[in-house]
């Protein structure tokens, strides 16, 4: 099992920056990637940022150049800073873990959430 513990989220106006953290406990040695996804009312639940074990990361074209993820393996936590937020990041924003739980099997974990709301 791999617990997530998401913080950082709250309320700023547009342009302004924000740091969301992931923490992460359990098995944390089996996770291979770690995404953060939000979710606005009415929408899907769409990928914002992943970052695997090796450190390669994937964007969403929305939040290029905006967003950045990160990592500490020594601390077990990623990071999500965000840059010139815009009224349209406003969402819930969600940690993701996937972890190899052996024999080629792989476990989606995710994290409570945590809101980001920016005004305009």
């Known amino acids: 099992q791999v617990q997530l513990v998401e913080s950082g989220g709250g309320l700023v106006q547009a342009g302004g920056s924000l740091r969301l953290s992931c923490a992460a406990s359990?098995?944390?040695?089996?996770?291979?990637?770690t995404g953060w996804f939000r979710q606005a009312p009415g929408k899907q639940r769409e990928l914002v940022a992943a970052i695997t074990n090796g450190g390669s990361t994937n964007y969403a074209d929305s939040v290029k150049g905006r967003f950045t993820i990160s990592r500490d393996s020594a601390k077990n936590t990623v990071y999500l800073q965000m840059n010139s937020l815009k009224p349209e990041d406003t969402a819930v924003y969600y940690c993701n873990a996937d972890a190899d739980k052996g024999w080629g099997v792989i476990s989606s974990y995710w994290g409570q959430g945590t809101q980001v709301t920016v005004s305009s």
């Open positions: 359990g098995r944390t040695f089996s996770i291979r990637a």
